[in-house]
Every structure is written in C-alpha cells, then in structure tokens.
C-alpha cells in the first residue's frame, strides 16, 4: 500500500511539474520577440507598451492568487487546478486570433490579463497540495523541484519563442495553449491527499483521523501576527531583479554585446543551467541541515544565496565587449569577456538557486496546513508586485538611457533583498516550534476523537 501510494506521489508531482512548467512558459513568450511584436502593433520597436502589459499580466495574476489562494485552504483543490489549466490553455490558443494592429494590441491585452488569472489559480493550489505529498524533513527537496518549474518554464517559453517567433510569434502561445489543455486530461485522475500530510498519512491509511480543519477568516490575525511570516511575504523586491533581466535580457544582449536572439538563448540557457542545479543542490543540503537539528538553516542558505550574487552579477552586466556580426556560438566563447561574463553569471546564480526550494520550505514548516495556501498566495501578491515593475523599471530606464542602465536597475534591487531575509532568521525557530506545537496537540485531539 505505502508503495503505491509513494508512485501515485511521484506521478502526481511530476503532472505537477509539467503544468506548472507550461504556465510559467507563458509569461516568458514576449521577451525573445519584443521587437517582433512591438513592429508587429506599430509601436516601431518601443517596449514601453509590452511592459505595461506584462506588468498587468503580474498584478492580475497575483490578485487571482490570493483569491484561490484563500479557497485552496477551504475546497478540494484539485478542481481549482483542472480550471486554471483550462482557463490559461484556452486563452493562450485564442491568441492566434490577434491582428497586426492596434486592435490586435487590445485584444493581445485583454487574452494575456485572462492567462494572469489562470496562473493564480493553480500556484497556490498546486503548493498546498505539494506540501501534503511530501514529508517535513524533504521539504527543501521536494519544493526544489516544485520551484524550478519556473526555471524550466522560462527555458520552454524563451527556446519556444526564439524558434516559432521569427515566423509568427502567435504560434508560440498556441502550442502552449494545446499542450496545456492535453495535461489538464491527468488532472481528473488524480486523487487528492489528506491535508494531515505524509508525516502522519499512515494515520489515515488506517482509517483512524483526517485533518479537518479549515482556514477561517479569524485564522488571518494568527498568520500575521507571526514575524517571519511578514518578512516573507513582504518581500516583493527580490522579484524585482529577474523580472527586469527576463524582460531585457535578449535586447540587452543584443544592443550592448552585438549578440542576436537565438545565440543569446543559448548563452541565458547556460545561466538558467546553473540556477536550476544550485536549487537542487540546496534542496539537498538544507534538507541535511535540517535533520541534523539546523531549524534555522534554510533561512540561512536562502539569506547567502541573495547576497553573494550581488557583486558577480553587478561585474558582469558592465563588462564590455562586442561580437562580430552574426557571430557564432563558437565565436562568442572565444571571446575572452564573453567568458568572464558567463562564469560570473553562472557562479551567482547558482548561489542563487539557494533561495527557492529553502523558501517554500520555510513557508510550509511556519504554517499550519489550513494556513499555507493563503500565506503562499499573499506572499506571491507582492512577488508579482515586484515582477510588475521589473518590466516597468526595466523598460522605462531602457527608453530614456540605455539598454545597460535598464539591466543595473536590477543590482539597484538585489542589493536591498537581504534586509528582508534578516528578521525571518532571528525569529523563524521560535515560531515554527509554536507551530509544530500546535499542530502536534490537534492530531492527538484527532486521535483521540
């Protein structure tokens, strides 16, 4: 039984991974076309319009995520993931419908703010669910790969986009859109755990209890009152700098370096690389911390892995160089500052990869289970407060400056997300063991019922 019930988990992670991966591939279809499609509604290569749009996309999505944030802690929340799927992959087709004009623009408008409220509508579904498939001591690994679905959604969208966008970058959405609504066929086998978690799943196995409580609007003073708990979700500047560096990384690449779309792909594929194999890494090693009786370690790795990217990243995006014409990947490498630029980069964002799996961790072993899809869904409000005005930031400095200046706005960030990370490791031992405290005194109430 424990085994098929261990498969059943892989499987429905997995599912899990593949939609979570299509839905973040949508917000990551503009920026290897941004010139293509700024022509394509007249705006003669402006960003400015692009980046309004994107930063609706953001805004609404994270409205939508508290929102189903709050009904994930209440319903069955599978249906809210098999709508979401639906919702997005239906708009994402009907974008093949948008015309090389201004009432293109509108309706490309209207079709992506729907995608917003698609994608806040699975994330805290799919978390909470996540959170109750794995156990308290694997947290950091299992949100590992929960959180480089992101990652891999940015590396779908940006390989898709680079490929289909020179021959119309319309179709890019439409193979995401039929893809998606193929992976929303799983979603109705899939059955939904016991919200008790796998920590004590062997108690419900046997019939004995089920966690019944469910979040309460009361239950909302109690999520707040607890320090690093606010820390965590007011934290909107941390997701200041990839928002700008998704949002330009292609123009820049190629306005300062002479770089075009599809090697600069390669060269962001690399970069990309290097975060996913630093989240898993510090999956691992929180995760071993964490056993060895390091409650705090995870605050800690995710606190080092916002400040060493700093420096390497600010040296990198100043160091100059130009390709040659139509350069080839070959020729790029060869080129000593490419180089330089590449290793620096790489190095950062895997200490960077340090973050991910650690922060939902954290979030998770903060909160009781009734409580972590809405702390989740708030904290994810203000992630897309500062993905919104990473485009903004990005494309309004790039239009009055330069491409350069738009890319430094996100060290100008960087450098103020430690001070968040700060309070969250002096207080996140205290309240997590009043937390587990709790937690541990319903499941004898349970038992004994």
Do not use: C
């Not at 022509?39 to 290569?45: H, I, R, V």
């Not at 600069?264 to 090693?285: D, E, K, N, P, R």
């Not at 005005?389 to 350069?404: E, K, Q, W, Y």
Request: proline share 4%.
């Amino acid at each position: 039984m424990k085994n098929k019930t261990h498969q059943s988990s892989i499987i429905s992670i997995l599912l899990f991974i593949v939609i979570l991966s299509l839905v973040n591939s949508v917000q990551n279809l503009i920026s290897p076309n941004l010139i293509i499609i700024s022509n394509y509604f007249g705006f003669g290569g402006n960003t400015s319009q692009l980046g309004v749009l994107t930063s609706t996309f953001m805004i609404l999505s994270g409205i939508s995520i508290v929102f189903f944030g709050y009904l994930a802690d209440k319903i069955t929340r599978k249906w809210i993931v098999l709508s979401g799927t639906i919702f997005y992959s239906i708009f994402s087709v009907l974008t093949i419908l948008v015309s090389p004009n201004l009432d293109g623009y509108y309706l490309f408008f209207f079709l992506t703010a729907m995608n917003g409220i698609g994608f806040g509508a699975i994330i805290p579904s799919i978390f909470s669910l996540i959170g109750d498939l794995i156990s308290q001591e694997d947290r950091s690994k299992g949100f590992s790969f929960f959180s480089i679905t992101s990652l891999l959604g940015m590396a779908l969208g940006l390989i898709i986009a680079t490929i289909v966008g020179p021959m119309d970058w319309r179709f890019s959405y439409l193979i995401i859109g039929i893809i998606g609504l193929s992976a929303a066929f799983f979603i109705l086998f899939f059955n939904e755990p016991s919200r008790i978690g796998k920590d004590f799943s062997f108690l419900t196995e046997k019939g004995a209890i089920d966690y019944t409580y469910r979040i309460k609007k009361s239950d909302l003073k109690v999520i707040f009152k607890k320090k690093s708990n606010v820390w965590l979700i007011i934290n909107f500047v941390d997701t200041i700098p990839t928002g700008i560096i998704l949002f330009l990384i292609f123009y820049y690449m190629s306005d300062y370096h002479n770089v075009p779309e599809d090697i600069s792909l390669i060269f962001l594929g690399t970069i990309l690389l290097s975060t996913l194999i630093g989240t898993v890494v510090f999956g691992y090693v929180g995760d071993n911390l964490f056993k060895k009786g390091r409650k705090n370690a995870r605050v800690l790795l995710a606190l080092i892995g916002n400040v060493v990217p700093i420096p390497l990243l600010f040296v990198a995006l100043i160091i100059p160089f130009q390709a040659p014409n139509n350069v080839s990947t070959g020729e790029l490498f060869a080129i000593p500052e490419a180089i330089i630029m590449l290793i620096l980069m790489m190095i950062g964002m895997f200490a960077n990869g340090a973050v991910n799996g650690n922060w939902y961790a954290t979030i998770v072993d903060l909160n009781l289970p009734e409580h972590r899809g809405t702390t989740l869904a708030t904290a994810n409000l203000f992630d897309v407060i500062g993905r919104s005005l990473g485009p903004l930031i990005g494309s309004f400095v790039r239009d009055a400056f330069s491409s350069v200046y738009g890319m430094m706005m996100s060290i100008v960030a960087w450098i103020l997300i430690p001070f968040f990370w700060i309070p969250v490791l002096k207080n996140v031992i205290t309240e997590m063991n009043a937390t587990e405290k709790i937690f541990s005194e319903r499941i004898k109430k349970l038992e004994n019922s």
